[in-house]
């Protein structure tokens, strides 16, 4: 299960434990794109992002960088940095591009609330999970 920025911000917008979601989903291993993290610490430390935008982001890095330094029962995360370019090069696109590459590459759904990017992974054969209800994830 590799996971888009937009699905580390679910929890503290809407209070959905994603990790105990895609392990109810039967994911035990989730890969955060280099790209995804670093999209989130940009985000968190956005000046002008106030409020519960700038909380979900601070919340969702954190969860990450807390499932990759501890062992838990639960999902395993892992970083990865392999094809990536330099954070200087990074766009929105090119993280979502990179996400279908790794995708394909490695045989794996994707968690994801954004849509053009779910329609690009469908027709690419690639399975979703998206937040359905605003309480839980769901597989396409």
Do not use: W
Not at 42 to 60: F, N, S, T, V
Not at 87 to 95: A, G, L, S, W
């Amino acid at each position: 299960m590799i996971v888009d920025t937009n699905a580390l911000l679910i929890p503290g917008e809407f209070g959905v434990d994603i990790f105990e979601e895609l392990e109810r989903l039967g994911y035990e291993h989730v890969i955060v794109p280099e790209a995804v993290l670093s999209e989130l610490d940009r985000l968190r430390q956005r000046p002008d992002l106030k409020g519960k935008e700038k909380r979900a982001a601070k919340i969702g890095h954190s969860l990450v960088l807390k499932y990759v330094q501890e062992e838990h029962d639960r999902c395993m995360v892992t970083i990865n940095k392999e094809e990536e370019k330099s954070r200087e090069q990074e766009r929105e696109r090119d993280v979502d591009e990179l996400i279908v590459k790794m995708a394909l590459k490695h045989k794996a759904a994707v968690l994801t609330s954004d849509e053009p990017l779910r329609r690009k992974l469908s027709k690419a054969g690639i399975a979703t999970v998206y937040l359905r209800g605003k309480s839980r994830l769901e597989e396409k």
